[in-house]
């Protein structure tokens, strides 16, 4: 059974950062592509942020480039997401997402808020 389990959300004023965790129970990481979801309040769920098992290739959503960086520890079992610059439109429930096998598995979410 795969978990996924998010942490560092909470409330940053504009142009603060913040990083966010998601550790994976699951020895499938390794070869997993894992990524980072957003879902704000009255939208559809977006991407924000993916990165592969091997070389660890990412991709961002434009509206974070240069902003947002994504990584992973395969030690640890463990995907990053590295927020700066901050905006109020970042404000969201983030979710981390593990891709293996032609699977999708979700995490919680952990919310972000952006505001002074």
């Known amino acids: 059974q795969v978990q996924l389990v998010e942490s560092g959300g909470g409330l940053v004023q504009p142009g603060g950062s913040l990083r966010l965790s998601c550790a994976a129970s699951?020895?499938?990481?390794?070869?997993?592509?894992m990524g980072w979801y957003r879902q704000a309040p009255g939208k559809e769920r977006e991407l924000v942020a993916t990165?592969?098992?091997?070389?660890?290739?990412?991709n961002y959503a434009g509206s974070v480039k240069g902003r947002f960086t994504i990584s992973r520890d395969n030690a640890k079992n463990t995907v990053y997401l590295q927020m700066n610059s901050l905006k109020p439109e970042d404000t969201a429930v983030y979710c981390c997402?593990?891709?293996?096998?032609?699977?999708?598995?979700w995490g919680k979410g952990t919310l972000v808020t952006v505001s002074s």
């Open positions: 997402n593990l891709y293996w096998n032609g699977m999708d598995y």
């Open positions: 699951t020895s499938i990481f390794r070869g997993a592509r």
């Open positions: 990165i592969g098992s091997v070389g660890g290739t990412t």
